[in-house]
C-alpha cells in the first residue's frame, strides 16, 4: 500500500551580511561554514556584495553568526523587516560597501607617506649613497608604521589561522613578516640584508590594490542603488476629506503611507507606492524602471507604480502597495537574489580557488627551501615571499560574480528580470527561441469582432453566459468578452464551480446549469449536440470560442487580437542573433500561419495542446538544442518550466511568472534579443576574467618561483590583477548595444 508523504516545510531565506572576507578562499571557508548548520539546505556567498544567501528550515540567526565566527569572519545582524522591507536591507548593503571603501582609504593614505620615505632610503642606497647606521632602524620604523597601516591583513591572517585555514591576507602576511622579522634580525646583527622596504612596498601595494578594487565594486552596485534612488523620500498625504474639501494635505515619509492612503503626486515627481488613479489626466514615464521610452496616458482607474515618474499635471492617486509589498521592492528583490546567486562557473571557480592558497603555501615552502640549498637564505626568502605575494585568489574569486552582479543589473536596466545566474548563464548559450502567440507577440487584448448564435433568441445568453464564467478566469479572451456584455448592457450573471480546462476552455454553473467556453472539439469530446451547426469562418487573425448550456450548443464568439508592432523587429534581432525563431500556438492554423508570416517566422506550430508544448520543448533539449520559452499564459506554464530559459511577460498570469526563470519588466518583446546580447556579453565577459585570473597566476607564480620576479614588483601584479577583472566587469555597464553574432562565431570564443 502506498503511503502519502507529508509535505516538508516551505524553505525560507536568510540574506547575511558579511565582514573581512577578501577572496575566494574566504568565500569557500564561509560557505563551508554555514553549510555545516543545522537546516542548511544550500549556501551561495557573493564576495562583490559581500554576504551570504542561506535557504533552508528553522534557520537559527544565532548559529549561522557563530559559524560565520568560527570561520574566522563577522555576521552582521539583519535589517528588520520593516514597512521598507528589503529596500531597507539594500541601502545598508551599499552603505557597507561604502564603508569599506573609505577605510581602504584612509589604510592607503597612511602608508603611502611612510612608505615612500622608505623606498627613497633603500633604493638611494643600491644607488651608491652612503647612509649612516642610524638610518636602518629608521627604515625599520618605517616600515612597522606602513605594517601598521595594513592591520587588517594581519588581523584576518590570523583569525583565518586561528580556524586552521589560509586565505590571500595569509599569503601576504607570512610574505611580510618574514622579510621583516629577516630584515630586523640583520639589522641587530649588524648584517647586511635588509628587506624592509619591499615588505613596506608589498603592504603599499596591496591597500592600493584594495582601494582601487573597492572603488570599482561600489559600481557593481549601481543597477540595485538605481532602483533604490526611484522611490521619493517624502509623499503628499491627503487628509480625511481632503480630495473633496480642497488640498488638505500632510508631507509624510514614505514608511508612513498603508494602502488605501491617498495621495498627491505633483507634476515631475516619482510615485512613492503602487496605486489607483482617483483623480486627475497626466502621463507616466517607466523609462528608469522598465526601459519604456514612451510615457503612457493615466487617468481615474489606472494602475500606477512605484519609481515612476509623473508627467505634466498633477494627480492624486490611492495606495494598493507600499513599502517592501510594491512592485519596485519585488523588482529590487529580484535582482539582489540573482546578483547573490552563483552560476555553475562561479561555483567552478570557487572549488579551484578553495584549494589554491594552501598550494601557494606549499610551492612557497618548496621554492624557499629549493633556493636556500642553492644560494642560501637571502635567496630563499626573495623566491619564498615572491610566490608568496604574487598569487592572486582574489581575481579568481571575483572573475565570475563581479561579471555576474554587472550582468544581472544591465539586463534589468534593459527591462529583463533574472531570477539567478544560472538563468542569466543559460541564456547566453539560447539556441531555439519559442514564442507563444497571444499575448507575447500580440497584445493580448482581445475584443469581441462577432457573434455566431445557433438562433437569434441565444445572442444574449450565448455572450453573457460566457461572461459569467470567463470572469473568474485569467485567459486574454477574458477581457474582451467581459468588456462586450458590458457594452451591450447584459445581466452581470454569477458563475459557480468555475474550473479552468487548460488548452481547451472553461466550465462551471450558472443558474444551475453546466456552462463550458472553449474549443469547438472540447465540447463536443464533452457530448455537446452541434447538430447541423458549422463553425463560423474566420477573417484572417480571428479566433472563435464555443458556448454551451448543459448540453446544448448556443452559439460562437469571434474574437481579434492586435498584434504587438514590435514583434517583427525583435523575431528579426533574435534571427540576425544566429537563432531559430519558431511559434507555436493553440490558435488555429489558418490564424498562427497567417501572424507567423507576418512577422516573418516561417516555423509555425498550430493547434497545439500545453502537453504539446512541452513536447516540443522537451524534443529539442533531447536534440541539445538550449530552448528559450517565451509565454504569458496559464497554458504556457509547463513549457516555460521545462525550458533551458523559460521568459514570462511582465503582464501575464502569476502562474507563468512563478514558472519562468527571466521576466520582462514591459511587455515588448524585443527586450528578449536585449537580454540575450547581454547574457552572451556577460559570458564573454566572464570567459576573458578567468582567462585572465588563471593566465596570470600560470605565468606570475613559474616567474616568481625561479626569483626572475622581485617581491615588490609580485606585490604589485597582484594588487593589479583584481582591479583588472573588475574593470573589465564594469565594462558591462558602459556598453553599447550590443552588435548581433550569429551564435556560431560566440560559441568559439
Known sequence: ???????????????????????????????????????????????????????????????????????????????????????????????????????????????????????????????????????????????????????????AAARALGSWSATMDT??????????????????????????????????LVLLGRALEANAQAETGAALRGLLTLRPEQARRLLEGGESEGPAEEEVPVSALRPGDLVRILPGASFPCDGVVTSGQSEVSSALLTGESMPAPVGPGDRVTTGTLNGSAALVVRATATGSATRLAEIARRVSAAQGSKSPATRLA??????????????????????????????????????????????????????????????AAEGALVRDAT????????????????????????????????????????????????????????????????????????????????????????????????????????????????????????????????????????????????????????????LE???????????????????????????VSPEQKLQVVEELEAEGARVVMVGDGLNDAPALARASVGVAMGQGADVAKASASLTLLRDDPRVVAAAIETARATRDTIRQNLAWAFGYNAITLPLASLKILHPAVAAGAMAMSSVIVVANSLRLRRRSKAKARPLAETQGQ
Not at 69 to 93: I, K, N, Q, V, Y
Not at 171 to 194: D, Y
Not at 397 to 402: D, H, I
Open 1 to 155: 500500500m502506498s503511503q502519502v508523504a507529508t509535505p516538508e516545510p516551505d524553505l525560507e531565506t536568510k540574506v547575511l551580511p558579511i565582514e573581512g572576507m577578501t577572496c575566494a578562499s574566504c568565500v569557500a571557508k564561509v560557505e563551508r561554514a554555514l553549510g555545516q548548520v543545522a537546516g542548511v539546505s544550500s549556501v551561495s556567498v557573493s564576495l562583490p556584495l559581500l554576504q551570504a544567501q542561506i535557504e533552508g528550515r528553522a534557520l537559527n540567526s544565532a548559529d549561522l553568526a557563530a559559524a560565520v565566527a568560527e570561520a574566522g569572519f563577522r555576521a552582521l545582524e539583519e535589517s528588520p523587516d520593516d514597512e521598507t522591507g528589503l529596500l531597507a536591507r539594500e541601502a545598508a548593503a551599499l552603505a557597507r560597501r561604502e564603508g569599506e571603501r573609505q577605510a581602504a582609504g584612509r589604510a592607503l593614505a597612511a602608508a603611502l607617506p611612510l612608505c615612500l620615505p622608505l623606498l627613497v632610503l633603500a633604493w638611494s642606497g643600491l644607488a651608491g649613497v652612503s647612509w649612516p647606521a642610524w638610518t636602518g632602524w629608521l627604515q625599520a620604523f618605517l616600515c612597522t608604521g606602513v605594517l601598521w597601516a595594513g592591520a587588517p591583513i594581519y588581523f
Open 171 to 204: 599569503l601576504v602576511a607570512l610574505g611580510t613578516l618574514a622579510a621583516f622579522g629577516a630584515s630586523l634580525v640583520n639589522l641587530s646583527m649588524g648584517q647586511g640584508g635588509l628587506h624592509f622596504a619591499p615588505a613596506g612596498m608589498i603592504v603599499t
Open 350 to 411: 570557487d572549488r579551484v580557488a578553495g584549494v589554491f592558497v594552501p598550494a601557494v603555501l606549499l610551492l612557497a615552502l618548496l621554492v624557499a627551501t629549493a633556493w636556500g640549498l642553492h644560494s642560501g637564505r637571502e635567496a630563499a626568502l626573495l623566491a619564498g615571499v615572491a610566490v608568496l605575494v604574487v598569487a592572486c585568489p582574489c581575481a579568481l574569486g571575483l572573475a565570475t560574480p563581479t561579471a555576474l552582479v554587472v550582468g544581472v543589473g544591465r539586463a
Open 423 to 578: 538563468a542569466l548563464e543559460a541564456l547566453g548559450q539560447a539556441t531555439h527561441v519559442l514564442f507563444d502567440k497571444t499575448g507575447t507577440l500580440t497584445e493580448g487584448r482581445f475584443r469581441v469582432s462577432g457573434l455566431d448564435p445557433t438562433s437569434a433568441e441565444r445572442e444574449g445568453p450565448l455572450l453573457a453566459l460566457a461572461a459569467a464564467l470567463e470572469a473568474q478566469s485569467e485567459h486574454p479572451i477574458a477581457a474582451g468578452i467581459l468588456a462586450a456584455r458590458d457594452e451591450r448592457g447584459l445581466p452581470n450573471m454569477a458563475a459557480t464551480e468555475v474550473q479552468a480546462q487548460v488548452g481547451l476552455g472553461v466550465e462551471g454553473k450558472v443558474v444551475g446549469k453546466t456552462v463550458r467556453v472553449g474549443r469547438t472539439s472540447w465540447l463536443r469530446d464533452a457530448g455537446v449536440e452541434l447538430g447541423q451547426a458549422e463553425e463560423p469562418s474566420l477573417e484572417p487573425g480571428e479566433t472563435s470560442v464555443a458556448v454551451s448550456r448543459d448540453q446544448e450548443l448556443l452559439g460562437w464568439i469571434r474574437l481579434a487580437d492586435t498584434p504587438r508592432p514590435e514583434s517583427r523587429e525583435a523575431v528579426e534581432r533574435l534571427q540576425a542573433l544566429g
Open 581 to 607: 525563431v519558431e511559434l507555436l500556438s493553440g490558435d488555429r492554423r489558418e490564424v498562427a500561419e497567417f501572424l507567423g508570416a507576418k512577422w516573418g517566422i516561417t516555423r509555425v506550430r498550430a493547434e
